[in-house]
């Protein structure tokens, strides 16, 4: 290493905060992640955290951009508009499962979905691929966006297998709900 130059522990990095910050979240819920757990876990002092989140909501905020950030990777592929949609719903299905106890907390907030996303914006060309008019286009991805978001969070609060009955329950009450998602919006392109 170049004298002078200092090297960076990657521990109280954002991103390494924020990374540590989620498996604590993956492992115990969010309701046990504290700025004192989250500093044993790095193995440092709590008040150099500080330096670079100001408080849990601010971490809270951080991880939910984090996970959404894992979007920037969907893009509308080949395939008719229906088979886009469905592709999208289910990239955002294995994104929230992935991290169930950090979606059941970001559901509860509006954060989840961000206007001019990833993920927003390969909705929006997928309901313009359709042929909904412009001027339905953001309206009805908000509303399916909501729909999607709802079923995801009862899939991982356990309402679906509740309400559907146990087995593949979740797996075939989404690719139900995904299918009225795709009819509804075909409906609306007539």
């Known amino acids: 290493m170049a004298e002078g130059a200092k090297s960076v522990d990657q521990r109280l990095t954002r991103d390494g905060i924020l990374r540590a910050a989620l498996r604590i979240v993956d492992a ?3 309701e046990s992640l504290s700025m004192r757990k989250l500093a ?3 193995g440092v002092n709590p008040m150099s955290i500080y330096h670079h989140v100001a408080n849990k909501a601010a971490l809270l905020d951080g991880l939910t951009q984090l996970i959404t950030q894992g979007a920037e990777h969907i893009e509308v592929g080949d395939g008719t508009w229906q088979e886009q949609l469905r592709r999208l719903a289910y990239e955002f ?5 992935a991290h169930r106890n950090l979606i059941r907390y970001a559901f509860a907030t509006d954060d989840v979905i961000q206007r001019g996303g990833p993920m927003w914006r390969t909705l929006c060309t997928v309901l313009r691929s359709a042929g909904l008019p412009e001027s339905e286009v953001e309206r009805t991805g908000a509303v399916l966006a909501v729909l999607v978001g709802g079923l995801l969070h009862t899939e991982v609060n356990g309402a679906m297998r509740r309400l559907v009955g146990d087995g593949e329950a979740d797996d075939t009450g989404f690719a139900l709900a995904v299918e009225l998602l795709i009819d509804g919006v075909a409906a609306r392109v007539l």
């Open 40 to 42: 044993a876990d790095l």
């Open 93 to 97: 299905r294995e994104l929230s499962l």
């Open 28 to 30: 115990d819920g969010v």
